[in-house]
């Protein structure tokens, strides 16, 4: 008889391998089943699955990433937790750029940029790490740092097109019209359907007096957004500068017809520019 009580710890523990090594299969299915989803883009599901298999398996860096990448891709707030367990696990590169990411999503900047930083110094060679460490300071109004990153993002990057947008934007807020107007192109030239740039650009030029170039660039931004109110008022400018008047009255009547239009939306009223029956 007291063998069998000898024998009792080991029929537990092999009761609590056997056990584990169900949880594992169920887990490791769970995983399969994750990853068929994912490649059919069925992104819930497979999110539904990975829940599964956190629960199942051995909460461990690679795991808990996947789960957090999921949250974040579907824009769940849940990828903040569990991309900061990824990163008390490891502090990759990835997982500070995706927390930076997440937090940013949030309007909360300045954690953004402590993540971002974090990527920098996780690999200082990473062209999108040092992009967003510059963005994000360029934001936040230190323009010294966020110089420093965009240009080490511009030597990495052999396609770096916001890069380019970001350096030309902190260019032409530090009054050097012409080194932005160089970026600003370029991104154009990557971009060539960013009716922003164009607008950018266009502002630029009529500033400086360049009356011509801002024309060549507020028409393009015309032929991609007609509706918009903004393009109008910078063609009126460049008409009225140029003494062409009926063109600037012109321009003028329908900046005031979208303006009108778009507070008429706002109040949830029709616009006395629309047609009634």
Request: glycine share 6%; charged share 30%; hydrophobic share 40%.
């Amino acid at each position: 008889m007291k063998y069998c009580w000898l024998l009792f710890p080991t029929l537990i523990f092999a009761a609590q391998d056997i056990d584990q090594q169900r949880r594992f299969e169920q887990g490791m299915r769970h995983l399969k089943e994750a990853a068929a989803h994912s490649e059919n883009h069925r992104d819930r599901e497979a999110l539904a699955e990975l829940e599964k298999a956190y629960g199942l398996l051995p909460p461990g860096y690679e795991l808990t990433k996947l789960l957090g990448e999921t949250y974040f891709k579907l824009r769940d707030p849940r990828a903040a937790d569990f991309l900061e367990k990824a990163a008390t696990l490891n502090a990759s590169e990835e997982v500070c750029l995706l927390l930076g990411q997440t937090y940013w999503r949030q309007t909360e900047f300045r954690r953004a940029l402590v993540w971002f930083e974090r990527a920098v110094r996780a690999n200082p060679q990473s062209a999108e790490a040092q992009f967003w460490t510059g963005y994000g300071n360029q934001l936040l109004g230190n323009s010294v740092a966020a110089r420093g990153a965009l240009e080490k993002a511009l030597q990495l990057g052999t396609d770096q097109s916001l890069a380019k947008l970001a350096m030309g934007h902190l260019l032409a807020a530090e009054g050097k019209w012409e080194d932005a107007v160089v970026y600003l192109r370029q991104y154009s030239e990557q971009r060539p359907k960013d009716v922003e740039v164009r607008l950018k650009l266009g502002q630029i030029y009529l500033d400086r007096g360049l009356h011509a170039e801002a024309r060549a660039e507020l028409g393009k931004a015309l032929e991609l957004a007609a509706d918009d109110k903004r393009v109008h008022y910078l063609l009126a400018r460049v008409y009225t500068a140029a003494n062409e008047a009926e063109q600037a009255r012109q321009a003028f009547a329908t900046f005031r017809k979208l303006e009108a239009e778009e507070q008429a939306r706002k109040r949830g009223e029709s616009s006395p520019y629309l047609k009634r029956d």
